[in-house]
């Protein structure tokens, strides 16, 4: 082996061995500036249109008045976090801190 062609190898192999890997995992969540008719029209559509909102019933692990965010994140990851996915009319955005309290466990997607 030439000294050029180990010196390549060499470097490829260093280089890929310094590559870090980044892990983050997305949810989508309601934003803080919206209104609650706005919030209302977005969690109806989220619901009707594939999100799970089972937990979001009164006898449901995420029941409380405030955890609509709970369909908006559903129907993110069962869109596979398509771009667009977490928009409703403005009323929702992609956050990185998962918003799960309690035995309520936000799904995520983890992306590379």
Same mark, same amino acid.
């Given at each position: 082996? #030439? ?9 490829? &192999? ?5 590559? &870090?890997? &980044? ?5 989508? &969540? ?17 619901? #009707? ?34 771009? #667009? ?16 309290? #309690? ?10």
């Amino acid at each position: 082996m #030439g000294l050029l062609t180990f010196l390549v190898l060499y470097i490829i &192999v260093v280089n890929h061995s310094s590559t &870090v890997l &980044v892990v983050c995992a997305n949810w989508c &969540v309601a934003r803080s500036d919206a209104s609650n008719q706005a919030l209302q029209a977005a969690l109806d559509y989220a619901c #009707g249109a594939g999100a799970d909102c089972t937990p979001l019933q009164s006898n449901g692990l995420c029941f409380l008045p405030n955890t609509l965010q709970y369909a908006f994140n559903s129907y993110f990851q069962r869109k596979a976090m398509a771009p #667009g996915s977490c928009d409703f009319s403005a009323t929702a955005t992609i956050a990185q801190t998962d918003p799960s309290y #309690g035995s309520c466990v936000y799904p995520s997607s983890l992306r590379y």
